[in-house]
């Protein structure tokens, strides 16, 4: 399934059948693709400071809410190495400012706070300052490679209900550029096709960020898997037309009761599978389960009007308008065939399923 | 409701009350607002050759299934003005060519076949050929003027289910833009808002070509009419908070069992407003109505996979990848609460009272 073909990326060549490294450490420094210049060009950033991860976060240079956990560890970490506190205390006071300015990049993924959690928790759990540093990039680095293992597993979950020959709807990007480098929902795909199934892929462009046509596109060209974009619009022609056997996305937050919060547009392209008896699954890491929050709790991040009034140099609608843009909508328990975690594919009734395997 | 705010077009000011003219006919001379400039700029072009004009309907210079026709026709008075033909046969095989030209420039309206014919039987009805070229370009100017009292009486007749405080959900532009000067869809909006009923619409995105950022966007801020945008991921999501209490589009095609064909996008918002239980309606003028198709018949227009590709400097997707990109949909008729005409609103069952008022 995988051509070897080569890619430009800042003179060098790569190998399409590598993992593209979405976010990653390295020399005390945080290195990442900035996915705003996809697809047009290939290019890593790298950060010293905690206070440029949090704008890269703001700014989509990394996004995805696995990938988002990461970048924000590694950035607690940043935070870690900088601070001149001469006390635990005092350690603690910096890591707190760096945990509250990270916490508020994103108000929906749940990973994030999860992964800022995390630190916090390594933190305080040790005593000497020299220590607690160590740990705290320690704790960031196995949240990358965890994050690695949890996909592949999840993969391999998701993989075992691809059929020879399914043609697969995504909607977003839940792909290698939405975790540190193997992908939730893509990661379905590309562990299926690399069981030698013939699968094809039909991504949404996923108006307004474009991640579907910028990130989606870019990675399902560089792994070879067969695909065609199509507009927002079309999800419901291609899916009357019976071509659309199984759709598959990531997710931003999952609820104990099944509620999936992903990317705006997630909710009509279940009901429209819903509508055409076309299975709908998730694919979600057991790090994206929020267990205590009830729907009406959930904030859904409401991003700048920008996104839609231009693109490029394009002025795409009248200045001063009213714009609502939400970035995320939530799905309802009865849409979704099946949640696909590491720990196995999770059904309905999910009030069951997710107590039962957490 | 109508602000009177003053607005550049080309160093003079406009009115807000005044209609937009989309397509008009002036010594002996087509001129149309070029619809790919906006929203940026108001800019009007001539035209003096058919082919001209047929060219400007592929490039959505002009678009919207009654302006199309109109444009089609006054296209029609150019070929015929301009032929150098001596008798009746050879003036009628230039109108033929003419003919074929502007009928191969978008498959799926059927007003430009309806005007096309128009045109061709009134050319045959007469004999003396000065007495042809005055005829045909008579009747393109009553296909002009009939647009616009169509679509009054059309905006009336919808209007009257238009509810105070009503918020109405539109797809694509079926306004000013898309007819003469009045509009089908946006009609019954401005009909409903000069009643003095208070409304407030939402408009969607309509990728690939931004029609409802671009042009309804344009329109409704032209027409002081309260608006907000939302891209086209955000339907569902809007619809399931409980805002939207109506939907209204326009038709590209609409046959006797009531299927609509209309701008892609159109199924899926019909689909999801009848999962939100939000009446769903087209406004379509009765040359909108083919008769004698069948679903089966109809061509769906493939536009060029660039629309996907770049927007203005900026490439959206990486080079060479497979794109579909359908311009139209068709939504069947138990999706469809009603169909405004100036005869009348149609009601299910369509089969029925499609054939009574024809």
Redesign the interface.
């Known amino acids: 399934m995988l051509r070897h073909k080569k890619l430009k990326d800042r003179g060098k060549s790569v190998n399409r059948s590598k993992d593209l490294l979405t976010v990653r450490w390295e020399n005390n420094q945080v290195i990442m693709i900035d996915q705003t210049k996809l ?2 060009k290939l290019v890593y950033v790298k950060y010293r400071k905690y206070e440029d991860v949090a704008r890269a976060i703001e700014r989509l240079v990394v996004r995805g809410a696995p990938a988002i956990g990461v970048a924000a560890a590694f950035g607690m970490s940043l935070a870690a190495i900088s601070s001149k506190a001469k006390n635990k205390n005092s350690l603690l006071k910096d890591l707190k400012i760096a945990y509250e300015r990270l916490r508020s990049t994103r108000p929906t993924a749940v990973n994030l706070v999860w992964a800022l959690d995390q630190i916090m928790k390594v933190a305080s759990s040790k005593n000497d300052l020299e220590e607690m540093k160590k740990s705290i990039v320690l704790s960031s680095l196995n949240m990358a490679t965890e994050d690695i293992s949890t996909n592949k597993k999840l993969g391999q979950n998701g993989a075992e209900m691809i059929h020879n020959h399914d043609v697969i709807l995504t909607h977003c990007n839940a792909g290698s550029l939405a975790t540190v480098a193997y992908g939730t929902a893509l990661g379905v795909l590309r562990a299926a096709s690399d069981m030698g199934k013939n699968i094809r892929v ?1 991504a949404t ?4 960020v ?1 991640q579907g ?2 990130l989606t ?2 990675e399902l ?1 560089h792994y070879g898997i067969d ?12 899916m ?1 037309s019976g071509l659309i056997k199984r759709v598959i996305v990531g997710a931003d937050r999952v609820l104990k009761t099944g509620h999936v919060y992903n ?3 997630t ?2 392209v279940a ?2 599978a819903k ?1 055409h008896d076309i299975p709908f699954y998730v694919a979600a890491p057991s790090s994206t389960f929020d267990l205590t929050s009830k729907v009406s709790d959930v904030i859904i991040e409401e991003r700048n009007k920008n996104e ?1 009034m231009k ?8 200045r ?7 970035a995320f ?1 939530v799905t309802p328990p009865e849409l979704i065939t099946g949640i696909i975690t590491e720990k196995g594919i999770i059904k309905p009734p999910y009030e069951d399923s997710i107590s039962k395997i957490f």
């Not at 693109?311 to 009248?318: E, H, I, Q, T, V």
């Not at 001063?320 to 843009?325: A, L």
């Open positions: 697809p047009a039909v462009e996923t108006r307004p474009m046509s910028r596109a870019f060209d695909f065609s974009l199509i507009p927002d619009t079309a999800v419901g022609h291609i009357s990317k705006i547009g909710y009509q009901a429209l509508r839609l693109m490029g140099n394009k002025l795409l609608a009248p001063g308008i009213k714009v609502f843009n939400p909508d």
